[in-house]
């Protein structure tokens, strides 16, 4: 597919980027760009060639939320689909095998910001700042503070809702919804080698801690704990396992077989 509102690489290191590329524009979403980093997620997971996705915006910001000029002469049910359409990158990032993570320059505000929280891990400048701040015009993230509710808790994730203010980079970290903060200037190598970093480990084991994660996430604590333990013997059956516990026995670097 040939794209026009995103750039998609794939480099040695096993990692594959994805950049939103609506720079002068905030990298805001629109209806091509919603469908195109969709179908891209979904490549760079098809390929064998991908173990983790960094996920990244042109220029100065992330991603400023969605093109609000899509919303005019729509009735109710065309708005319901268009929504839907927008959100869909959101949704499909947890069902996807391998890990995504945002790397945050700048603002990411409302479905730019819920784009941040969908992602498995997130890592953003010193500088980055991140909200729900379509209540100011008017509007909500009803959508996009489901994911943020799962980093941030209930009463966190409506204080966002209802505010609509921007976080600062430390205080998102506090809250939870970035793992790491960094220097601006040191934020594009960074990232990249936390992803490089993560796609040295073992694929299969980081595919199934992945989908039990996400999978367990909404069970009852002890049927989480069954489910759990069930992935865990599956996983300890395939070769990377025993690969991995025979590097370490003899102390050299495991090679993996992705199996």
């Known amino acids: 597919m040939a794209y026009q509102t995103i750039l998609m690489e794939i480099g040695e290191d096993f990692v594959g980027s994805i950049t939103l590329n609506r ?17 891209a997620l979904k490549a760079l997971d098809r390929d064998p060639k991908v173990r983790v996705i960094l996920l990244k915006g042109a220029g100065k910001h992330f991603c400023a939320g969605i093109e609000v000029t899509e919303l005019e002469g729509k009735s109710p049910m065309e708005l ?34 819920g784009l941040v929280a969908a992602c498995d891990l997130a890592i953003a400048s010193e500088k980055a700042r991140i909200g729900l701040t379509a209540i100011n015009v008017g509007l909500n993230c009803v959508g996009p503070v489901i ?13 966002m809702l209802l505010f609509g203010e921007l976080l ?3 205080e998102a970290l506090a809250k939870g919804l ?14 990249r080698q936390w992803a490089a970093t993560l796609a040295q480990k073992s694929p299969i084991a980081v595919q199934i801690a992945k989908s039990g994660f996400y999978t367990a996430a909404d069970m009852e604590y ?9 992935v865990f013997a599956r ?6 396992a025993k690969e991995g516990v025979k590097a370490f026995k003899e102390k050299r670097k495991p090679v993996w077989k992705e199996r």
């Open 178 to 191: 970035f793992n790491k903060v960094v220097p601006a200037q040191d934020l594009e190598e960074a990232a």
């Open 147 to 159: 994911p943020v509710s799962k980093c941030v808790g209930r009463k966190v994730a409506l204080e």
């Open 235 to 240: 996983l300890c059956t395939t070769e990377d």
């Open 23 to 39: 720079p002068d524009q905030l990298n805001t979403f629109t209806s091509q760009l919603a469908e195109e980093l969709d179908e």
């Open 80 to 113: 319901r689909q268009w929504i839907a359409h927008m959100e869909r990158p959101l949704v499909s990032i947890s069902g996807l095998k391998k890990p995504v993570i945002a790397q945050v320059q700048g603002t990411a505000a409302a479905n730019g910001a």
């Open 168 to 170: 600062s980079a430390q």
């Open 222 to 230: 002890h049927r989480a704990f069954e489910y759990m333990n069930e």
